[in-house]
């Protein structure tokens, strides 16, 4: 069974509903649903007749050039099946065995010993079977019960072709991490943003919520509400798909027109390639951002659901986005064009300041400690600090405030610490993650692991103070893992006086933590790489794929 975790992030604490509902199906819900599952529905059955057409012309073919002598074979071998077949119902009379009745017209002997058992009438409750009422459901709402101490963790996964986001409830206090459920999804999913303000159905007259946008190989971004449990629907799609769910009075013939029409090309309204980042703005909640393959960064208004602004800063699949944490209408963005541009999004027109990187963005981020600084990782390992106020003339005279090759192949993943300053992760396809300070802007080595995730596609810090040393580590294995980074040595005399409460040093074991799994790290026997810091004696590394 195959399966990678492609994304991840962390939902902080007290900000998800106690306890989730279930989703149920009203009239207006039920509408809402047919009219996506029609066009769906039509979609499919245009793509299955022409790939029936296509195999009734190969058939044809084939039985044309069929050989008579081919076919006199085929014949002979059905009469002799046929034959077989007969005799074997004579032998064993197996035309007979299904009748109830025996040898002397009796009663059925399936069930000779029918008296014994206890039966109730149409109508009666099997107390064995059915429990007293209302207490299944209090079992229910007890099992999805989420604490204001338990952090959420969305990851989006695909498990044998099949994509869907998983939802982890992580215990902090009892080294737990479970899925709370799932939510299916209908391509592999890219990138993941949380989102406080509700959006689409059921949103009015709220302020706050728990949503999640989605990006996936598919051009539309998909939001959906996390305090709600086994949805069918997302709660609303931004792109091109909501625009044809909302425009039902259009005849069947206007859309089979407007799917053939519909093109590649780039435009102002939404998305026609795959959603390679999201990002939202925290001051101006209503504007998430997204980057797509297509080549353009769009500005969504989610009050409406309508693409607000759209930019063409680059020239490449853009994959990367972040916004200013105090300015709040600038934003930043990577692409495959190997440039980086800080823009302010209030003036379309304006290309902003403009840096080069030596190979394609993975990676970037707003320094939170202080927001003048920027990284950036990319595909040849290297990670870059770059000062916004000393934005080049030219992005070929683009100078870093210092480089570090941190990987020998791609950075995939990167984060920053948000809690303690000149704390930052990488990860990388090489399957090793690896912890760095940066204090002082003299970049050095903490520790480096190799989780058994296989290659590192995600590597996050949880958001909240209480648990800011805990990091998330997912790849191509398709599992989650959490690392208490403070139960390494090196970690804690690195960082305990950047933090006020750290945990005691003494006799701490090397805590991690994967879904499903109570176990702590698996050891091959090798030596941990640990250039640049010393680690506890307990370090363990973990097997390759």
């Known amino acids: 069974m195959s399966s990678m975790i492609t994304t991840t992030t ?215 509400d996390l305090d709600i449990v086994d949805c069918l629907y997302p709660n609303a799609i931004l792109g091109q798909g909501g625009e044809e769910n909302e425009n039902e009075s259009s005849s069947k013939s206007d859309k089979k027109k407007k799917k053939k029409k519909s093109s590649k090309k780039a435009n102002d309204n939404y998305h026609v390639d795959a959603v390679l980042a999201l990002a939202a703005n925290r001051q101006h909640r209503n504007l998430l951002a997204s980057a797509s393959a297509d080549r353009t960064v769009k500005l969504w208004d989610l009050t409406t659901t309508k693409c607000a602004k759209s930019y063409t800063h680059h020239t490449d699949k853009v994959c990367a986005l972040d916004w200013h944490p105090k300015e709040s209408t600038v934003l930043l963005s990577g692409s495959y064009d190997r440039t980086v541009v800080a823009a302010d999004m209030r003036a379309p027109e304006a290309q902003g300041a403009r840096w080069a990187v030596s190979s394609d963005v993975e990676n970037l981020r707003w320094d939170v400690h202080d927001p003048n600084f920027f990284y950036v990782t990319t595909d040849n390992g290297m990670v870059y600090r770059y000062d916004v106020r000393n934005a080049p003339s030219t992005p070929s005279a683009s100078k870093a405030l210092w480089t570090l090759q941190a990987h020998d192949s791609s950075v995939s993943a990167f984060d920053i610490n948000p809690v303690i300053p000149g704390f930052i992760v990488t990860g990388s396809t090489d399957k090793q993650v690896k912890l760095w300070n940066i204090q002082d802007d003299k970049p050095s080595m903490i520790v480096s692991r190799k989780p058994d995730v296989g290659k590192i596609f995600s590597a996050t810090f949880a958001p909240d103070p209480e648990v800011s040393f805990r990091l998330a580590v997912a790849g191509s294995k398709g599992v989650v893992q959490v690392w208490d980074t403070s139960t390494n040595g090196a970690v804690r005399r690195t960082f305990a006086s950047r933090l006020p409460a750290v945990a005691d040093e003494a006799n701490i074991q090397e805590r991690t933590v994967q879904a499903n799994d109570d176990s702590s790290d698996s050891s091959d026997g090798e030596e941990p790489e640990e250039e640049g810091g010393d680690g506890d004696q307990g370090w363990e590394s973990m097997d390759e794929d």
């Open 10 to 224: 962390w939902i902080r604490r007290g900000v998800a509903a106690q306890f989730p509902t279930k989703y149920e199906i009203d009239e207006e819900e039920m509408e809402r649903i047919s009219k996506l599952a029609r066009q769906q529905l039509e979609e499919a059955q245009e793509d299955l007749d022409e790939a029936k057409q296509k195999e009734k012309r190969e058939e044809e073919e084939d039985v044309d050039a069929m050989d008579e002598d081919e076919k006199t074979d085929e014949t002979r071998k059905e009469d002799k099946t046929t034959t077989e077949i007969d005799d074997d119902l004579k032998e064993y009379d197996l035309e007979h065995y299904d009748d109830d009745e025996d040898e002397e017209g009796g009663k059925s002997i399936l069930f000779g010993n029918v008296k014994s058992l206890a039966y109730y009438k149409p109508g009666e409750k099997d107390p064995y079977l059915e429990l007293p009422e209302g207490q299944e459901e209090d079992e229910e709402r007890e099992e999805l019960q989420i604490l204001p101490t338990d952090n959420l963790l969305v990851a989006g996964k695909v498990e044998d072709e099949v994509a869907h986001l998983e939802v982890y409830v992580y215990e902090d206090s009892e080294d737990n991490l479970y899925v709370h459920h799932d939510i299916m999804l209908p391509a592999i999913p890219l990138c993941i943003e949380w989102l406080d303000i509700p959006v689409g159905r059921g949103s009015e007259g709220r302020e706050t919520g728990n949503f999640v946008a989605v990006g996936t190989m598919e051009p539309d971004i998909e939001i959906w």
